[in-house]
């Protein structure tokens, strides 16, 4: 895949200056590489940016400071004398010699002359040409090619468009509340203008509700944890949102807003964008007007409690208070008042780290797990992990004096105490690195890994979620420059793939050769599968077998199976519930990456598509100009039945307990029907909103009752559903 962001740098700087636009080179440099990638579907690093100008010409008149920037932003700066020449020079330099086809072609110019580039170079079918600038000068020979236009003002947030906000207070605060959670006033507010001013130019804020009247609204409180609810108008006019008052009663917050909003819509001070906070099916009224008078419309809302007619309106984006906003619950407020709060100190490379890996050396490949002291002080003076033999002789005894070590016999035979927090953290470290660049590089065919890309990747490992571990890239690169040290990986200074005058770091595992110089003291990991975590398939020596059926993938990857039921169920719901074909799959994966453990949504997703049970493709996106890749289940495939037929059975089975007047819990289900698995089922059900913990009774839950799904199980169900629920559906009969 190529995907290409060429700047035509020295026009657009002086149509900048023409029109007095103030511009943030450094932001507008980065700000450019992160949307062009984001519009070509490619890591950043996969984008290939030049930056076009006459440089020379830059230099002379001293003018460091523009090169500068656009090299910190990682573009290639190519020099062009002659503008009227810039397109034969892009074409010579770049696409001239058997280059990769072109999926991605993003053209920053204010003329249309660069668009002769997309007629000249290599394309692949599908491939697109993007013309961001700030007129569009687009030909209609260039549309009939499929090229796109793009205002660079509002990529870049130049030119800002006005946005007014209207809040029904009442309605939120009550909503978060019943979400079960802690309505913090202070944050609240400041969210609301972050998320405002992320639109464009906040010309109008209004929150309404009843102010004054006692126990209208639910109790508000700061960061401290005080009632403020008494303090909320000031608070709110402090941060220059008005608070409006209306009379008590459940239409009179729509009927004031909803006037409001449509009087501001024709005045002279009409905003271009209206963000309407409230989960009322009432407002689509108001909703259609605006769209009818080419306003845009935002509607922010609670998970949970917005009203599905209102959410599935065409003319509006859906964006959720509760995603944006960092409120706590009632229940992680009583873990986190539980927790210890004694600082954990941070694990860093240490000489006991040195001592534990080349014992390990030792052992590695052999059925023995001890060694003689002789042999470990010979290996840390090969390794220069001691310089000394009194050196490595007074660091055993202080190994052994720790517990590191253990001493079996008299003679001198050593053991590690595998038990030791030290020793364990330092393998734990020591496979979870090793093991990714390993597997990277296996699956991907690389000779290599990106230090960055090493370095994001080992921030997203959830096995390294331990007190004092994986806290920062610093201490992440302690650690891999540690086991470069000790051999167990090698760093090298390879040419950047765009600018082969700049050296990067890459990292790659000891070649054959290179192990037998050290006289094969440097061993290589262990075997993938044997330190690889359940269901955790970044860390597997070999995939996913694809051809199992879904009883026996819950028994060979039982993280994978349960992924793979999670994402059923997910996109069922979303798809069901909005009445659309197909779900997002970037939001399918962020809703459930709490879940993914290594790449198991991956996997998961690739077994799906293996057994024909969902399609993945672009898909028509209603709220964009553009395509979004999305996933569809395939309602008739045996797979997709078998696992929403163990929903249902499941929701039958809590249903059971709701007529019952149990109080829903692991134990009263699991003592109802021992044959689930109980704990993955509850935290489905928890993570799609039928069931809500309860506030302050840890492990205990409350059934959504009017939850789509539920009504859809509930109206199913005969009179004995209830006995259904307990005795059939269990995922552990599945075979399919």
Known sequence: MAAYLIVDLDRLLKQFKDRSFNVDLQEMAVAMRGRAALAAGVPSEQLRA????????????????????????????????????????????????????????????????????????????????????????????????????????????????????????????????????????????????????????????????????????????????????????????????????????????????????????????????????????????????????????????????????????????????????????????????????????????????????????????????????????????????????QRGEDLIAQAISLGILRQVDTSGTLALNDSHPIVDKTRLIRDRVTLRVANTLQTRSWNYVNYGFLLKGLAMDRELERPGLNRDDQWRSHWIDFLVREGLLVRELTPHHLNPEDLVPVIRMPTPAARASTDSLAVPPRPLDADAQEGDSTLRATPVPLELNLRELTAESPGTASMLRRIIVSVEQFTSYRRFEWCPLGSLHQRLRPYDIGMTFQSAVEYLIYHEAVAVAEYPNPQSLYNTKGISLILDSELVTTVLTERDAFIRLLLALYRRDVLISVAAAREAAPMWDHDLWFSIMERENVLNALNGRPGFYSLFRTHHTVAQVASQMGDTSDSNAQDGGSQADSGS
């Open 50 to 389: 030049i930056a076009a100008a006459d440089w020379d010409e830059h230099r002379r008149r001293d003018d460091t400071l523009l090169e500068q920037v656009f090299r910190n932003a990682r573009f290639e700066l190519f020099d062009v004398p002659a503008h009227d020449q810039l397109v034969d020079a892009l074409q010579m330099h770049y696409f001239a010699f058997d280059s990769e086809p072109v999926t991605e072609l993003i053209l920053v110019t204010v003329g249309n002359e660069l668009m002769q580039l997309s007629r000249r170079v290599k394309m692949t079918r599908s491939a697109r040409t993007r013309l961001w600038g700030l007129d569009n000068v687009l030909t209609e020979d260039d549309l009939d090619d499929g090229a796109i236009f793009q205002d660079l003002g509002e990529l870049l947030g130049i030119e800002s468009r006005n946005v007014a906000l209207y809040i029904d207070f009442e309605n939120i605060a009550i909503s978060l509340s019943q979400q079960s959670f802690l309505v913090n006033l202070d944050r609240l507010i400041a969210a609301f203008v972050r998320q405002a001013r992320a639109h464009g130019n906040v010309t109008k804020m209004a929150a309404y509700a009843p102010w004054g009247n006692r126990g209208a609204l639910p109790p508000l409180i700061d960061t401290a944890g005080n009632d403020v609810t008494a303090e909320a108008q000031s608070r709110l006019a402090f941060a220059n949102i008005d608070p409006v008052y209306h009379l008590p009663g459940k239409n009179s917050a729509d009927v004031k807003i909803a006037n409001d909003v449509l009087t501001h819509s024709t005045s002279s001070g009409a905003a271009d964008v209206y963000i309407l906070a409230t989960g009322d099916r009432d407002f689509n009224e108001v909703v259609n007007t605006l769209a009818s008078r080419g306003k845009s419309v935002i509607i922010w809302g609670v998970h949970g409690a917005l009203s599905r007619q209102l959410s599935a309106n065409p003319n509006l984006l859906v964006e959720y208070i509760d995603e944006f906003t960092n409120l706590e619950t009632y229940a992680s407020r009583a873990v986190a008042a539980a927790a210890p709060e004694e600082p954990v100190e941070t694990f860093a490379p240490s000489q006991w780290s040195s001592l534990i890996v080349q014992f390990d050396r030792l052992t590695a490949g052999t059925t023995a797990r001890t060694v003689k002291d002789r042999a470990l002080l010979d290996q840390l003076l090969a390794t220069n992990a001691v310089l000394t033999d």
